[in-house]
């Protein structure tokens, strides 16, 4: 099996997480994070596998909420307490992903509401949902994303910087190492990460670590100069912290950040609310 392919063969297993009706359905949660976290998620980044010839249906529908129906839509996104939502489409050979970044007062309990609403535009939105993904959210906490802050940084001015969004598995029996990295990334080596980061453009970094049935992903949400750039300099840089951490994701991922950067080179940016038109 290539590289490559040892990418995607993990990302494909992320829809077991989501869709509630693989197998038979009993698998245990990663213990780690299965149950709802007890203080407010303000913040959230996320990967939902789009089903499978869905992706096209997927962009139109988001073109139309931002379209025509963008005061149902920003209705909704306030009714539910949603203060932004930045979603990306990452591209693989197994399938795409749609990378979703939330914020609001309490991203969890907007979920929640999501999946139990009787409003008629929430009702078709997760019939929507349904059909794109094969996510029912009415099934609430079977099907909600298991989500947790890794860590995070940002430094200087953000408010030219452009949004990014990649995904990056990590390899099997790697979880407990990757939040050991995180902690002292948010602890210890917390102003050598932020130096680091500042230096290849990225104002803004936030990761989240997501459970699945099959295995745990990285999900990374950057305000950066050049994403792009930025990306490319975080997979070839000399600086001494920088090879530090890139040793380190070489043994938390099942490949290398350059096959990741040339993989997440083609994300696009698809929706952004709110939508200044």
């Known amino acids: 099996m290539t590289h490559s392919h040892a990418l ?27 149950k709802a976290p007890t203080n ?67 991203v969890h309990a907007s979920f929640h509401s999501m999946s139990s609403s009787q409003d008629a535009w929430d009702v078709k939105w997760r019939e929507l949902t349904l059909d794109l993904h094969g996510m029912d959210f009415a099934k609430g906490d079977r099907v909600m994303p298991k989500v947790e802050p890794a860590y995070s940084m940002e430094t200087g001015d953000a408010s030219t910087a452009k949004p ?35 230096r ?29 750039a930025s990306l490319n300099q975080l997979a070839t840089s000399t600086d001494a912290f920088d090879v530090l951490l890139r040793a380190e994701a070489t043994r938390a991922h099942p490949i290398g950040l350059d096959m990741i950067a040339t993989i997440a080179s083609q994300n696009r940016l698809i929706a952004e609310y709110p939508h200044h038109r």
């Open 164 to 198: 990014f969004m990649f995904l990056a598995p990590l390899a099997p029996g790697e979880v407990a190492r990757f939040r050991a990295l995180a902690a002292e990334l948010m602890g210890s080596k917390h102003d050598d990460y932020v130096r680091a980061r500042s």
């Open 40 to 106: 407010p998620m303000t913040e959230l980044g996320i990967a939902v596998p789009i089903a499978p010839g869905k992706t096209a249906a997927w962009q139109a529908a988001l073109d139309e909420l931002l379209g025509s129906r963008y005061a149902e839509y920003e209705s909704s996104r306030k009714r539910f307490g949603l203060t932004s939502q930045t979603t990306f489409l990452q591209k693989t050979p197994m399938g795409d992903f749609a990378l979703i970044h939330l914020t609001g007062p309490d």
């Open 200 to 228: 290849i453009g990225v104002r803004r970094e936030a990761v989240f670590l997501e459970a699945t049935r099959m295995g745990y992903a990285a999900v990374f949400y950057w305000l950066a100069d050049d994403p792009i």
């Open 8 to 34: 995607f063969a993990v990302l494909v297993a992320l829809p077991a997480c989501h869709s509630g009706h693989h197998g038979s359905g009993h698998m245990p949660e990663p213990a780690a994070i299965a």
